[in-house]
Structure formats: structure tokens, C-alpha cells
């Protein structure tokens, strides 16, 4: 039995008598991710699906070893003092055995099935769009990262953003892992930096699970949606939200080998998009694709989810797709002007009209003010560019000018 009574005259335990548990007063690892290099011209946003090099880890805070030495001092103490009440306790706990637990801890859990609650829509939409999504992990010259992708076919066709799949575009390599931990390479059918979108395909795989694609025009703001994809490396991971806002123009770096920037009509959500997501399905609560998860808005280049993400609407993404399973490439709409945004005004401001455009054949001439796009209100330039983009080529719009609306046939890039 331990001494109720230690001599008053004892030296007491000293600091390096009890070593502190791993930890204290240090700094824990993690897990390493790989950030992207993509960012708009003011570091605002960024891909949400790393593929540069890896985002260096955050430097450890200073170690306060006055702190540290207190703690270790303190759980000495708690540990003595716990030796005198284990004592006591476990004399206590020994003349009880005979009459059982006191209390909630003697009572049996609650057998599985028996707890089981209704299923929550949420739990409804993952347990269904969960087996159609896939972690990709990249490599390229110099440079790997990680996104996720959707699956389209049974046979493994997979929708992804381009900027996920860029760096193996060059003797790189694509690895599918699938829900069921299974991997297989895939190869890049197809890539448009314009739309940020690629399919690839996996090889020697079958009876996939395939997504359920919905209709981003009738998307909502304040709509429930649920996202899905692989951020920081972690697959499998859902998280929920609301769209924010529609036609959000967003304009996000391009392709390394691309003259223009990728500027996105996109869908804006809450629902937490991380490094990673880039890729990823984002859905209605019939688990319908509405949009491909693609790009955040940061507080800072390491900067994860602020709550402000964007995805790709499924309309474009699915023409953009069919293109791209065709030939390998996707076409572009053109308007064939030059805007800018005038700060004394709401709309984009015609700077100059190319011969023979979309543009001219409608009527549209420098110094108009552009502030309609079918329907879209536009707010300045880059408006006006998402716009158009999100078309398809030979299609007729309605484009509403300060003084008067035209129709226009969206011209084809070259």
C-alpha cells in the first residue's frame, strides 16, 4: 500500500524524473498535399486541385519550453497522486465486483440494426454518388499532385478539370483509384484549357458505376448541393452547402501553353472545396451533376476553403466532353470584340469590333455597353468573355446593349 504519510524531509521529484508525454510543447506532423501553382492575377482564386509542387508545410509554432517543463511538472504530480488514489480505488472496485457496474456502464449497447436512424438526404445522395467518384494521383515532368474525376462509362471514361491532368499531359502518368481501392492508369483522350476540362480514360477496367447528370440551367441559388472529391489526398471525402451564386465569372490562369486565360460562367457554393476537389462532381439532392467542382477563392496562396468555391455548370462541361470523346479537342464560341471595364458604368464597354465577326454581322460597333447577355445581367469584360465561353459555336444569343438588344450568331475560334 503506498505511504499516506512521505517523509516532509524527502527531495522531491525533479523535472527530468517523469518525461513528458510525446508532444507536449512540440509541433505534430501531418499529412503532406500537393498545392497548384494556378491563381488569377491578384492570388483571389486558385484550382482547388493541386499539381505543382507540394505546398511547403506551415512553419512550426516556437517551442515554449518554460510552458513545456510546467506541464511535465504537473503531470508528475497528477501521476503521484494518482498512484495513491489507484490504490485506494482499486480496493474499492474489488469489494464491488460481486455486485456488477453502477450506472449507464453496466448496461449493453444498443445492437446495430436496433440504433439504426432513417437515412438523411445527405446520407441518401453520398451513399449513391459515392461509388461514381474517383482520386486521381498525377505525375509529370518535374511535378505531381492529386484531383479527383467523375466516372461517364461503365468501360472508364472520366470527366476531370485540365489543370488536374496538365503536368502528365507531356509523358506523364494518371493513376485511378476507385472506390472499392482499385487502380488503374488512364490515358488523356482529350483536353480544352478554355473550359478547364479533360477526359481520360482508365484502362482495363469494367462495370464502373457511372454519375447521373443533371441540368445546371435550372440550379437555383439558396439550392441544397453536395460535393465530392479528394481534398488534401483524402478520397471519398462529401461535403454539403448551397449555391451562392450563378453565372459567376472567374477567371483562374490557364494552360501553361495557353494565350488566354481560363475565365469560368461558374456556379459559386459554400459546400467546402479543398486542393483536390478540383474535378469532382458538385450535386443536387437527387445526387444529379450540376457542376464540376474547380476552383476556390483564398485568402492567401495556402489558403484552403473560405467557404467560396466554383464549379464548372454541367451543360458546358457536357458538350465540352462529347467534343472531346470525338476528336480530342473541343471548339470555342467567339464574339469577336474587345471589352474593358469602365469604372463610370455597369456593363462591358466595346473597345473594338474584329472585320467579319459575330460581332460586326450583328451590329454591334465600338463604344457600345454591353449589359445583357441572354438574359445575364453583365456586370464588366470578364462577364461578357465568361459568357461567350460557356456557348457553343453557331449558337444564337441575345445580347441586350445600353440602347438596344441584337441577336447574334456566336462565331467558332479559330
Do not use: C
Not at 449555391?243 to 488566354?260: K, T, Y
Amino acid at each position: 500500500m503506498a505511504n499516506e504519510n512521505p517523509d516532509p524531509h524527502a527531495t522531491p521529484p525533479g523535472p527530468h524524473d517523469r518525461v513528458p508525454p510525446a508532444g507536449v510543447g512540440g509541433y505534430g506532423g501531418g499529412p503532406t498535399y500537393h498545392g497548384d501553382p494556378y491563381t488569377d492575377p491578384y492570388r483571389t482564386v486558385g484550382y482547388a486541385a493541386g499539381n505543382g509542387p507540394g505546398y511547403p508545410p506551415p512553419s512550426p509554432p516556437p517551442r515554449r519550453w518554460g510552458t513545456g517543463r510546467l506541464v511535465a511538472i504537473g503531470l508528475a504530480g497528477v501521476l503521484l497522486a494518482g498512484g495513491v488514489g489507484g490504490s485506494v480505488g482499486y480496493s474499492l472496485a474489488e469489494s464491488r465486483q460481486t455486485s456488477g457496474s453502477s450506472g449507464v456502464l453496466g448496461a449493453p449497447l444498443p445492437e446495430v440494426a436496433d440504433n439504426a436512424l432513417p437515412m438523411g438526404p445527405v446520407e441518401a445522395v453520398a451513399e449513391r454518388v459515392l461509388p461514381s467518384v474517383v482520386q486521381l494521383r498525377v505525375e509529370g515532368a518535374g511535378s505531381s499532385g492529386e484531383g479527383s474525376a467523375m466516372v461517364l462509362s461503365a468501360d472508364g471514361l472520366l470527366l476531370t478539370n485540365n489543370h488536374v491532368v496538365e503536368p502528365a499531359a507531356n509523358r506523364g502518368r494518371v493513376t485511378a483509384v476507385f472506390q472499392n481501392g482499385a487502380t488503374a492508369q488512364a490515358a488523356i483522350v482529350g483536353r480544352d484549357p478554355s473550359s478547364d476540362l479533360a477526359l481520360i480514360r482508365a484502362q482495363g477496367v469494367n462495370g464502373l458505376t457511372t454519375v447521373e447528370l443533371g441540368n445546371s440551367d435550372s440550379v437555383r441559388v439558396g439550392q441544397q448541393v453536395v460535393a465530392f472529391g479528394s481534398p488534401l489526398g483524402l478520397g471519398g471525402t462529401v461535403t454539403t452547402g448551397i449555391i451562392s451564386a450563378l453565372n459567376r465569372p472567374v477567371s483562374v490562369g490557364g494552360d501553361q501553353a495557353a494565350s488566354e486565360a481560363t475565365v469560368l460562367n461558374a456556379l459559386q457554393t459554400d459546400a467546402a472545396i479543398n486542393p483536390g476537389n478540383s474535378g469532382g462532381p458538385l450535386v443536387d439532392m437527387q445526387g444529379r451533376v450540376i457542376g464540376i467542382n474547380s476552383a476556390i477563392a483564398t485568402t492567401g496562396e495556402q489558403g484552403g476553403s473560405i467557404g467560396v468555391g466554383f464549379s464548372v455548370p454541367i451543360n458546358q462541361a457536357k458538350r465540352v466532353a462529347e467534343e472531346l470523346e470525338r476528336t480530342g479537342k473541343a471548339s470555342r464560341a467567339v464574339l469577336g470584340v474587345n471589352v474593358s471595364n469602365d469604372p463610370q458604368v455597369s456593363g462591358a464597354r466595346i473597345q473594338g469590333v474584329a472585320p467579319g465577326s459575330a460581332a460586326e454581322i450583328a451590329g454591334i460597333k465600338a463604344g457600345d455597353l454591353v449589359i445583357g447577355f441572354n438574359g445575364q445581367r453583365i456586370l464588366a469584360g470578364d462577364g461578357l468573355q465568361a459568357a461567350v465561353r460557356s456557348r457553343a459555336p453557331g449558337e444564337v444569343v441575345e445580347i441586350q446593349l445600353a440602347d438596344r438588344s441584337v441577336s447574334v450568331t456566336l462565331g467558332a475560334a479559330s
